[in-house]
């Protein structure tokens, strides 16, 4: 049983995720066109509390996680509010195959910094998105590893902008956009939260 599945049951309680969850939601409505045509993927899902902002403006939503605990508890939520068009996947981000050509849309919160290989794991998401199809993808900006009360499972302290550009541009992302959307407060400081926007 990992961490995330102990976590599972209270993950939604805290007002900070719930509201930067909404403050990623908004700017990838804002800055994608997005369409109820699309297949999409949120990669590193949890409770679904992004996948649950972005579902009604799209067609169908694979919410991937390597927590069972996690998927249970957006399955509930699906569930109940009779929300029929995501599908919990149980996947390996890092070791199991995402599929090709396959989305319109890929999205995520809050989950590039649990990834090791990053270049790696972009040519995996370029692979399984469509031609012109959009990565929006949100994360810490570069911090001193203080953002987590427990870094185990942490592989990067956020990102830096001008970084992960030369990756994704590597990689054969084009259009690309790293726009700052939100500022979560803790431990008496801010962190910046970035969302990368491109496309194939």
Do not use: C
Request: hydrophobic share 40%; aromatic share 8%.
């Amino acid at each position: 049983m990992s961490r995330f599945d102990e976590l599972a049951k209270q993950w939604d309680e805290k007002p900070l995720r719930v509201e930067n969850a909404k403050k990623i939601g908004q700017a990838i409505l804002d800055n994608i066109p997005v369409s109820t045509d699309w297949n999409v993927m949120d990669f590193g899902a949890g409770t679904g509390l992004l996948t649950f902002y972005i579902q009604p403006f799209v067609k169908n939503i694979d919410a991937i996680d390597n927590s069972t605990g996690m998927l249970e508890v957006l399955k509930e939520k699906a569930e109940k509010a009779n929300v029929k068009n995501i599908n919990p996947v149980l996947k390996d981000l890092e070791k199991d195959d995402l599929g090709e050509n396959k989305y319109e849309l890929i999205i995520s919160s809050m989950t590039l910094h649990h990834i090791k290989d990053i270049e790696s794991f972009l040519k995996k998401l370029y692979k399984a998105l469509k031609k012109d199809g959009y990565i929006a993808i949100a994360d810490l900006e570069e911090e001193d590893g203080t953002f987590h009360s427990d870094n185990e499972g942490v592989h990067h302290f956020g990102f830096n902008k001008e970084n992960l550009k030369k990756i994704l541009e590597k990689v054969g992302f084009k259009d690309i956009n790293i726009l700052t959307v939100n500022f979560i407060n803790k431990n008496g400081k801010d962190y910046p939260v970035f969302l990368a926007i491109a496309r194939k």
